[in-house]
């Protein structure tokens, strides 16, 4: 896949720009970066204004499968930001033994934020929209001199924190690691386009955080859903969850809360 950037100092949403070019018949590859958003939204339709030193990306698919297969991008895209993260970081200088150290303390809270031992690294955001998907991305790369307002359940985790980021070269670092992120994108993309999910599962398993914790899935802004252990994530990319009574559940949606 080839992609074109639309490079931007700021915008109210790069999903936003995605969607118009989708509705305006734009082929897939079409990308929007931007330094700083005013409107940026996610996954549970949360917002929020997203100031310079994160990396704020969407991307145009059109994808080669059926459509009902769509959402389990949301996962493999998940899997391609992480490996593409790993990449960047060791690519720095001086940090080429980063990778593995770095891969250790990644993980895949179901179904795509990334975590860096705990906290929220990278969102994810995965929409079906005129006839293909917006994929928006979100990573944190440098602290805030202002910290913003949390949202959702995670403490924000920042890149820096992990790997040796030139403080003086920030948007040079947005530019290298969006870039990185699209090329892993690409290979993560076109094989599942001839494989689909599954072929992707046991990877995913194994970055996932969540196998054998207990948890409570939820709706936003609703109630519970489910309680118990988490099993599995299945072929669908579905969540498995196994309750206190040890009744098997699986659920293609819902926001997932660890218990203590």
């Known amino acids: 896949m080839d ?10 949403s790069t999903n936003n720009a995605v969607r118009q070019a989708l509705e305006a018949g ?4 079409y990308v929007c970066r931007a330094l ?6 996610g996954r549970q339709g949360r917002s929020w204004t997203s100031p310079a030193g994160g990396l704020y990306q969407s991307v145009l ?7 009902a297969e769509w959402p389990t991008l949301a996962l493999v895209a998940a899997l391609a930001i992480r490996e593409g993260l790993l990449e960047y970081a060791s690519s720095l200088p001086g940090e080429a033994s980063v990778r593995d150290s770095l891969a250790k303390t990644l993980s895949i809270k179901w179904p795509n934020d990334i975590l860096a031992n705990g906290g929220k690294l990278v969102g994810i955001s995965c929409e079906s929209h005129a006839g293909g998907v917006c994929l928006g991305m979100g990573v944190n790369l440098f602290r805030l001199a202002e910290p913003a307002p949390l949202q959702g359940s995670n403490v ?6 992990f790997a040796k980021l030139p403080e003086g070269e920030r ?11 699209l090329a892993s994108l690409a290979r993560h993309v076109e094989r599942w386009e001839g494989a689909g999910f599954a072929a992707f599962r046991p990877e995913y398993c194994e970055a996932c955080c969540l196998l054998g914790k207990s948890v409570q ?24 969850i196994e309750n206190p009574t040890h009744d098997i559940q699986v659920f293609s949606s819902g926001e997932v809360h660890l218990r203590h």
């Open 36 to 41: 700083q958003q005013s409107g940026g939204y």
């Open 3 to 12: 992609f074109l950037v639309d490079k931007r100092s700021e915008v109210d």
């Open 171 to 181: 948007e040079q670092c947005v530019e290298a690691c969006g870039d990185a992120l």
């Open 26 to 29: 734009r082929g897939a590859g």
């Open 156 to 161: 924000p985790a920042y890149l820096c924190d």
């Open 217 to 240: 899935l939820v709706l936003v802004p609703g109630g519970s859903l489910a309680e118990g252990i988490v099993r599995a994530v299945d072929a669908q990319g579905r969540l498995v």
């Open 61 to 67: 698919l059109r994808p080669q499968r059926l459509q």
